[in-house]
């Protein structure tokens, strides 16, 4: 696989491959047309008054996902009381937050035709609720995403994403990215508890 192809869509073909072995492996697996009709989805999927917890991500962001919880009162946005708290005093208590949430919603960085999810964090604030930590987890993946197994994954992520996310961290916070802390999932022990929402078009990283 050569670098431009970690930025192309998947196939049919393929997306329908590692939606069969998500399911094989207990997550649950849908592909959905596009972003628009993730944002839909999701709102299906999350009831009302859950308390949400959205990781960083340029496809909940591009997509009006990360406003559909931030903004309103339907849900109880972890995110947003997070960022209201003093790190400084409230360090535990905004850990405690953001690790076993009702509901964590965000992006990964590949996903395989064998069934893994993989995930790259520099600071590692949302991998306790991805692995386990909160109730349900709901990941959108844009069809660029699609790998055909974890070699590959992780060059994807040390080739493509890591490059595209320390420009943007650079804009935000004025530092590069890194790959601090690396979470592969394999299976999901619970079956259910984390959805992975295959699309047809890319979005993100």
């Known amino acids: 696989m050569t670098l431009s192809l970690f930025a192309d869509a998947a196939t049919a073909e ?14 649950a697996a849908e592909i959905l047309p596009d972003a628009a009709a993730a944002r839909a989805r999701v709102l299906e999927l999350i009831p009302p008054g859950a308390s949400v917890f959205t990781g960083a991500s340029e496809t ?8 559909d ?3 309103g009162d339907r849900y109880d946005p972890v995110r947003v009381r997070a960022l209201a708290m003093d790190r400084a005093t ?8 953001t690790s076993a949430p009702d509901v964590v919603l965000g ?7 064998t069934g893994s999810v993989v995930v790259a964090s520099a600071s590692g604030s949302q991998l306790p609720a991805y692995a386990g930590g909160a109730g349900r987890a709901i990941w959108i993946v844009g069809a660029q995403k699609i790998v055909p197994d974890l070699p590959t994954a992780l060059r994807r ?3 493509h994403c890591l490059p595209l996310e320390s420009e943007r961290s650079k804009l935000a916070y004025g530092v590069p990215s890194a790959i601090n ?14 959805t992975v929402l295959l699309l047809r078009e890319p979005i993100g990283f």
């Not at 409230?90 to 937050?97: A, C, N, V």
């Open 14 to 27: 393929r997306l329908d491959r590692a939606a069969t072995a998500l399911i094989r492996h207990g997550f």
């Open 157 to 159: 992520v040390e080739e």
């Open 69 to 71: 919880i931030s903004a």
């Open 60 to 67: 909940l962001r591009l997509s009006g996902i990360e406003s």
């Open 181 to 194: 802390r690396l979470l592969i999932m394999n299976a999901e022990l619970r079956p259910g508890r984390a």
């Open 107 to 113: 992006s990964v960085h590949a996903v395989t035709e």
């Open 90 to 97: 409230q360090s535990d208590d905004i850990r405690r937050l």
